[in-house]
Structure formats: structure tokens, C-alpha cells
């Protein structure tokens, strides 16, 4: 019997919605900062702010990531460059197979940046 049969057809819907909400707060925060309204900002500040702070807590681990697997009875990555989530969705997205480094430097620098602009906007423009 595969892996795949022996998770639940709701495990999988539960596992999707973790998968969405991952993908929403990921665009989210990697765009909103570019927009035009105060909401934006306020979003892409304390959403990418509690990104970086559920990192650090969780040695690098993200627990979108955790909880998706955990539905899915995927084992967690050794490291947090094994569950490399940004590398995944440009992989799905524009066919990108970079190294799990690479993304993971992509995902900071362009969070941070956007977290900075956001920040700038909100408290200083």
C-alpha cells in the first residue's frame, strides 16, 4: 500500500488549506509592500515580521511547512534547507530548479527588502 492511500482524504484538504495559506501569505508578503494602501503595509510589516521571528524561534523552520507535512505523514526535512518551501512553489510555478541556498537567500533578501519599504512607508512617509 503507497503513502499516498493511506492519508486521509481530509488529512489532504486540511494539508491543502495549510498549502494555501502558505502560498496567500508568501505572495502576500512579496508583493503588498509594492501597493498602494496603508493596509498593505501594515500586512507585509506584521506578517513578514512574524516570519522572521517564527524562524529564529524554530531554527529556521517554518510551521506552514511543518503542518502541511504533518497532514501529508511527510517526515520533516533534516534541515530547514530540505523543506525549502520557496524553492518549491518556483519549481511548480516557472519550472525553477535552484539550489535550496539560493532560495532561501531570494526568500530573506526580498522579505527583508519588502519588510524595510513597508516599514519606510508606514512610519517615515
Same mark, same amino acid.
Given at each position: 500500500?503507497?503513502?499516498?492511500?493511506?492519508?486521509? *482524504?481530509?488529512? #489532504?484538504?486540511?494539508?491543502?488549506?495549510?498549502?494555501?495559506?502558505?502560498?496567500?501569505?508568501?505572495? %502576500?508578503?512579496? %508583493?503588498?509592500?509594492?501597493?498602494? @494602501?496603508? $493596509?498593505? *503595509?501594515?500586512?507585509?510589516?506584521?506578517? @513578514?515580521? +512574524?516570519?522572521?521571528?517564527? *524562524?529564529?524561534?524554530?531554527?529556521? @523552520?517554518?510551521?506552514?511547512?511543518?503542518?502541511?507535512?504533518?497532514?501529508?505523514?511527510?517526515?520533516?526535512?533534516? #534541515?530547514?534547507?530540505?523543506? #525549502? @518551501?520557496?524553492?518549491?512553489? +518556483?519549481?511548480? %510555478?516557472?519550472? +525553477?530548479?535552484?539550489?535550496?541556498?539560493?532560495?532561501?537567500?531570494?526568500?530573506?533578501? *526580498?522579505?527583508?527588502?519588502? $519588510? %524595510?519599504?513597508?516599514?519606510?512607508?508606514?512610519?517615515?512617509?
Amino acid at each position: 500500500m503507497s503513502s499516498e492511500t493511506e492519508i486521509s *482524504w481530509i488529512n #489532504n484538504r486540511i494539508a491543502d488549506l495549510f498549502y494555501l495559506l502558505h502560498l496567500f501569505i508568501t505572495i %502576500f508578503c512579496a %508583493f503588498m509592500w509594492i501597493g498602494p @494602501y496603508e $493596509w498593505m *503595509w501594515w500586512g507585509v510589516f506584521i506578517l @513578514y515580521g +512574524l516570519t522572521e521571528i517564527c *524562524w529564529f524561534i524554530r531554527d529556521g @523552520y517554518c510551521i506552514l511547512t511543518d503542518m502541511e507535512r504533518k497532514f501529508r505523514k511527510i517526515p520533516r526535512a533534516d #534541515n530547514p534547507l530540505g523543506q #525549502n @518551501y520557496i524553492k518549491r512553489i +518556483l519549481n511548480q %510555478f516557472l519550472k +525553477l530548479d535552484i539550489e535550496p541556498v539560493l532560495a532561501s537567500k531570494i526568500a530573506k533578501t *526580498w522579505g527583508i527588502t519588502g $519588510w %524595510f519599504v513597508a516599514s519606510l512607508r508606514i512610519f517615515i512617509l
